[in-house]
C-alpha cells in the first residue's frame, strides 16, 4: 500500500469515528456520513485486496458498483436536510434514475473493465448543484445562527469541493490515460488533495458544535 492509500484509510478511519462517538440516536445525516465512510471503506479496501492479493489486474468493477450507492447515500443526505419540497421530490426521483444510468453506462459505454468516468462526471455535476442549492437555501432562509458551528455546512463544504475536484480530474483522466499512462497515474494521485480536503472538512463538522443535532430553526 503506497503513503497516498495510508493517509486515506487514516483520514477515513478518524473520520469514521468522528461521527461514531456519542451516544443517543444520532441525526440522519450523521448515519448517512457514517455509511458513506463504511461503503468507501469497504470500496478502497476490496479494490486493493483484489490487485494485490486477488491476482487480478483490473479492479474497476468495483468502481462501477460503488458509484451509484454513493449517490444514493448522498442523495438521501441532502434530501433530509434541505427545506425546498420541490428539489427534495427532484432528489428523490433522481436516485432511481442515476442507478439505471449506471447500469446502462456500465452495460453499453464504459464496460467494467474501464473507468466509468462519464457517470463520475455526471454524479459529480449534480452533486455540486445541489451543494451549491443547499448553501444558497441555508444563507437566503437564515436556517442558522452561527454558520462555522453548523455540521452540515462543513460536510456540503467538503462534498462541494471533492466533487468539483472529480469532475476536473475525470473529465482528464480518459484522454490521459490514452495519451500517457503515468501522466494519468499523477492526475489520479492529485485527486488525494480533495478526498484528503474531504475528510478535514467533515472531521471538522464533526467537531464544529457540542450540540449532536443541526442547529436549524426547524427541525429536519
Known amino acids: 500500500m503506497n503513503i497516498y492509500n495510508k493517509v486515506y484509510f487514516v483520514l477515513l478511519f478518524i473520520t469514521l469515528i468522528s461521527y461514531l462517538g456519542g451516544f443517543g440516536k444520532k441525526p440522519r445525516y450523521v448515519r448517512m456520513v457514517i455509511l458513506l465512510m463504511i461503503l468507501w471503506f469497504f470500496t478502497s479496501a476490496v479494490a486493493i485486496y483484489l490487485v494485490k492479493y486477488g491476482g487480478l489486474t483490473n479492479n474497476l468493477f468495483v468502481f462501477h458498483i460503488s458509484t451509484p450507492l454513493e449517490y444514493v447515500i448522498l442523495s438521501m443526505l441532502f434530501r433530509d436536510v434541505i427545506v425546498n419540497k420541490a428539489i427534495k421530490r427532484i432528489i428523490l426521483l433522481s436516485v432511481p434514475f442515476f442507478v439505471a444510468l449506471s447500469v446502462l453506462f456500465s452495460v453499453f459505454i464504459q464496460p ?20 451549491l442549492f443547499f448553501l444558497r437555501e441555508i444563507l437566503l432562509l437564515q436556517q442558522v445562527t452561527v454558520l462555522h458551528r453548523f455540521p452540515m455546512f462543513w460536510i456540503c463544504v467538503g462534498i462541494l469541493f471533492y466533487y468539483t475536484g472529480n469532475l476536473v480530474i475525470e473529465g482528464m483522466l480518459n484522454y490521459m490515460i490514452r495519451q500517457s499512462m503515468e ?18 472538512l467533515f472531521i471538522i463538522g464533526a467537531f464544529c458544535s457540542k450540540s449532536p443535532r443541526l442547529l436549524t430553526k426547524k427541525e429536519q
Open 112 to 131: 467494467v473493465d474501464t473507468n466509468n468516468s462519464n457517470i463520475i462526471i455526471i454524479e459529480s455535476v449534480i452533486l455540486v448543484f445541489i451543494s
Open 183 to 200: 501522466l494519468a497515474r499523477r492526475t489520479y494521485r492529485f485527486g488525494y488533495i480533495f478526498k484528503y480536503l474531504l475528510f478535514i
